[in-house]
C-alpha cells in the first residue's frame, strides 16, 4: 500500500512520499525477501502520513486549479468551436432561405400610400388653428421622359454599383442592422432598390423585422424587374422637399420646367436635394447647408465623370443652378410657413433621435403624414410682434424712395425662460416673399451682444486681470481706443478701435458694458483666455464647433440666429439653467404622442454668475446704448429690462436682445441684398438714418412688443451684489419723455482677420451728422469717466504705457 499510495501523491500533484528501497534476492535461491528502511521507524511513519497529506491537498488543489483549465479546455476544443461556428452559419442560411420563401413582393402600395397621406394639422399652445399643410403633389412620368444623363445623376449621387449588383447593399445592410439592435439609428449605405422597395412597398420605420424584408424583397425585385424600371420607381416616388414627390413634381417646384427640360446641372441638384430635402433647399437653407448642397453637388457630377457618363470639359463649365423660389401654397401664407418649419424641424430631430432616423427619413415621416401638432406659441404674443415689427419697422420702410430699404430684412424670436418655450416668432415679411427665415437664420454676427458672454466667462472661471485683480463688475479697464490688448505683458496683434476712435480712459467693467467699450472687452477676452470665453458661450446655446478660440471673437464675430440668442439670453435669465428654445408642445399621429425633450436642462453656469451679468445689463438700459428706445419709452411703466444692443461691421446687422423677469426676446435686423442671389448688404441710409443701429430699430420693436405682452411688477430674484441693478449708474426720471435723438453703436469686425471696429453710446442724429455733439437730454458715458462705485484697481495698469 506504500508504493500505492506514493504513486497516487505523485499523480494527483502532491509532494512525494518518502523514498523506499528494498532489495531482493533472486527468486531461485529461495531466500525471504528483505526490505531495508532508511530512518527511523518514526519517520517512516510520519512520511506516510505526509504523503497522504499531500495526496488529499493535491486532490482539493485540482479540483480547484488543474481539473477546473482542464475543463473548460475541454469544452473549448477547436472542434466544438469550429462545429459551433458551422453550425450557425447553417442555422443562419436555413433561417434566410425560410424568409426569402415566407416573404413576398408585396402589391402595388404607391396608391394605398398616397390615399393615406393627410395634411398635417398644426395648433396654437390654446389649442385653436394655426394652419393645414400637406397637399400631395405628385406626378409618374416615363423614365423615357427624363433625359438620360439627368437618370445618371441619381446613380451617381446614391448606388454608382446599381446596374451591376444584385440589388442589396450586404455591408449597409448589415451594418443597419446592427445599429437598429443597438440603438444607434440609421446609416447610409442603401441601394437605390432598397430605398425604391422602402419607399414604394414598406415603410420609414426602423426595425429589424422591417430591415430584412426590405433585404429579401429588394432581392427578389432586382429578379423580377429590370434595372430601368427599379430607377423610373425611385425617381417617382422619392420625397423631394416643397411637398413634392416624384421628379416631375420636383422639376417644377424648383425650376418651372418638365422633366424632360432638365439639364444635368439641375439633375444633379435635385439627385443630392435626396439626401436632405428641406436642409438643402437652396431658398431655405442656412450657410452651412448651402455649403453641404453644393459640395455634394460637385460630388454627384464628379462620380459621372468617374464612370465615363459625362464628358470632362463639359463638368468643368457646369455652374450651380440656383433653384427658383417656391410657390405659395395655402396654408404657410404669413408667418405660418416659418412657424410650420422650425416645428417639422424639431419634430424630425426628436424622431430622429427617438427611432433611429436619417434626415431624409424623418422629413418622410412627418410631411403629409397626418400628424397633429399643437405649438407652444402664444395666439396673442405671436399677433403682438407682428403687429410690434409693421408699426416700428416695415411701415417706415419704402423701397422707391430709398432703394437700401428693401435690402432690410427683421427677425424675432420670443422665449419663456422658466419654460423653455417659443411663444412668437417673426421670420420675415412673408413666407412666399422671403423663404428663409429670419428667426432661425444663423449667418450674421451677434456683436456686441456677445459681450455678457465674455463676462459670464470671466465671473465662471474666476478669472483674474493681467496684474492678478478678479474681474467684477466694478474693475477698472483702461478703454482707450486701439489699444493693443496683451497677455502676459506681450501684445497680442489685437487692438480694436472704438466707436469714432474715441478714449474712454479709465473706466468699469459696467460702464464699459453700457456703453459697449471695444477695447475693454477685447482685453477682458484675452484675461479669462479665450478657449474658456468660447467653452462659455457654447454651454450657454451658442454653435461654437467650427469657431476658432481667437481674440476677434470678443466682438462677436461669428453667426448667430435671433432663436439661439434668446437661448442664450433665457439661460441667463433662468439664473444659469440651460434653455434650448422650444416651438413643439405636443406630437400626435394615430393616437400616439411623440415625447418632445424638456427645454430646460442642466446648470451651465453658476446663478451668481448668471445674475451678476442680468444686473449689469440693467445699466445697458438704463445709462447705456439703449436707454432711448427704452428706458425712456412712456410705455415701459416701471418695468425691470435688462438687454443689450449690438450692430455689425459695415452695417450688416443690428441687434436687440433683452429681458424682463418673465419673458426674453432677441430682435435681429440683416442687411440682405434684395436680388438673388441675395448676399450680405449694408444697411446704411435705410428708414432715413445714417445708420441703423440695434439701439434704433430692433430696440423699438422690441419694447412696443414686450411692454405690451409683460407684466409690469415683475422683479429680477438676483443672487448677486454686483451691478447696476444694485448699484445703479444713473438717476432714475420716469417722467422722462424720449427725445428725438438715439444712441448709436459702434460695429464690430466682418471676419476675425480683418481689422476690429467697436460699439459705444453716442448720439445718432436722424438729420445732422452722425459726429454732433449728444444732448443733454440723454446722459451719457463720459470718456473720462471716473467711477463712484467700489472699485477693483489697475487690472491692466491704466495709465501705463503698454
Known sequence: MGRAEDRRARQRGGRRAVPRRSSRSPSNTGTAESTTVIGTPSEAVGGR??????AKAGSRGGAKGGDGKGRIRRLFTWKKILGTFLGVCLLGIGSFIAL??????????????????????????????????????????????????????????ENKSFYHDNGIDLKGTARGLLNTVMGKGAQGGSTITQQYVKNYYLSQEQTVSRKLREMVISLKVDRQMSKDEILAGYINTSYYG?????????????????????????????????????????QAASETGRKLVTARWNYVLDNMVEEGWLDKSDRQDMKFPTPREP????????????????????LEDQL?????????????????????????????????????????????????????????QAGAVSVDPKTGKVVALYGGVDYFKHFLSNATRSDYQPASTFKPVILAAALEENAKTQSGKPITANTIYDGTSKRPAVDNGRKVGFAPENEDDTDYGDITVQRAMNASVNSVFAQMGIDVGMKNVMDVA????????????????????MGASPLQMAGVYATLDNHGKKVTPSIVKKAEHNSQSVEMPNPIGEQVISPESADTVTSVLTGVVDDGTARKSVRGNPARDGRVVAGKTGTSDDNKSAWFTGYTPD????????????????PQAKMYGAGGHDRVNGGGYPAEIWAAYMFGVTKTDAEFDLDTDQGAAVQPTWTPTPTQAPTTKAPTE????????????????????????????????????????????????????PGDDQ
Open 49 to 54: 502520513a505526509a504523503a497522504r497529506r499531500a
Open 100 to 157: 426569402y420563401l415566407y416573404v413576398d413582393i408585396p402589391k402595388d402600395n404607391a396608391a394605398a400610400q398616397a390615399a393615406q397621406r393627410q395634411s398635417n394639422v398644426y395648433k396654437f399652445s390654446d389649442g385653436s388653428p394655426l394652419a393645414r399643410d400637406g397637399e400631395v403633389n405628385r406626378e409618374i412620368v416615363d423614365l423615357s421622359k427624363v433625359p438620360k444623363q439627368v437618370q445618371d445623376t441619381f446613380v451617381a449621387a
Open 242 to 282: 416643397r411637398n413634392a414627390y416624384g421628379i416631375q413634381a420636383a422639376a417644377q417646384a424648383y425650376y418651372r420646367v418638365d422633366a424632360e427640360k432638365l439639364s444635368v446641372a439641375q439633375g444633379a441638384y435635385l439627385a443630392a436635394l435626396l439626401q436632405a430635402p428641406s436642409q438643402y433647399d437652396w
Open 327 to 346: 410657390k405659395p401654397t395655402a396654408g404657410k401664407e404669413g408667418q405660418k410657413g416659418y412657424l410650420i418649419d422650425l416645428a417639422n424641424r424639431q
Open 352 to 408: 430622429m433621435k427617438q427611432k433611429g432616423l436619417t434626415r431624409s427619413q424623418a422629413e418622410a415621416a412627418v410631411v403629409d403624414q397626418g400628424w397633429t401638432i399643437t405649438l407652444n406659441v402664444d395666439k396673442k404674443k405671436q399677433a403682438a410682434l407682428e403687429k410690434s415689427v409693421k408699426a416700428q419697422l416695415t411701415s417706415k420702410l419704402d423701397k422707391k424712395k430709398r432703394p437700401v430699404d428693401a435690402d432690410v
Open 538 to 557: 457654447g454651454k450657454l446655446g451658442m454653435d461654437t464647433s467650427n469657431e476658432q478660440p481667437v481674440p476677434a471673437q470678443t466682438l462677436g464675430s
Open 663 to 678: 419673458l426674453v426676446t432677441s430682435v435681429g435686423l440683416f442687411g440682405e441684398d434684395d436680388k438673388a442671389p441675395h
Open 746 to 797: 459702434e460695429p464690430t469686425t466682418q471676419k476675425p482677420t480683418e481689422t476690429p471696429t467697436t460699439e459705444e453710446p453716442t448720439e445718432e442724429p436722424t438729420t445732422q451728422e452722425p459726429t454732433e455733439t449728444p444732448t443733454t437730454e440723454e446722459p451719457t458715458v463720459e470718456p473720462t469717466d471716473k467711477p463712484t462705485d467700489d472699485i477693483t484697481l489697475d487690472p491692466v495698469n
